[in-house]
């Protein structure tokens, strides 16, 4: 049975998002770059206990681990969205938190247009990497 993780990131490729080879590890989701690199993304807090606020991408070589990462907040690549919840009136930052055992998104639940939006954001950041021979050292750059 997929958890609420995992059906939150399969939304995100089916907006678009595509990694070959992809495999869901509790609230992991790692997916082929191309041979060498692999991508790691999960829902990452930033401080506040059990409220996930972001995506976190690391992309790992596999012989010599992490390339590079990147946290994308949700404030900033979807930013505030308007809800009809008069506890919100100026709208909300969409998160997901957890409610006794329960993850769920809080108070405002993205449409296909978010996803696609947050998928778009983490193809554009892969992309850089693809088809590129990433080392972990720096000495092996030319400037």
Not at 26 to 53: H, I, P, W
Not at 99 to 117: H, I, L, R
């Amino acid at each position: 049975m997929a958890t609420f993780f995992e059906k939150e990131m399969k939304k995100l490729f089916r907006q678009g998002l595509d990694l070959p080879e992809t495999v869901f590890a509790g609230r992991v989701c790692y997916g082929k770059l191309n041979e060498d690199v692999r991508v790691r993304m999960e829902f990452a807090t930033e401080g506040v206990s059990d409220q996930y606020s972001a995506l976190k991408v690391t992309l790992l070589n596999r012989r010599e681990g992490p390339v590079d990462s990147l946290l994308l907040r949700f404030a900033d690549v979807l930013g505030k969205k308007p809800t009809t919840n008069p506890n919100f009136r100026e709208g909300i930052v969409p998160h997901i938190w957890k409610n006794g055992n329960d993850f769920a998104w809080y108070v405002y639940q993205p449409t296909a247009a978010d996803y696609k939006t947050l998928a778009d954001a983490v193809g554009s950041y892969t992309s850089m990497f693809q088809g590129e021979e990433l080392s972990q050292g720096m000495d092996s750059m030319t400037i």
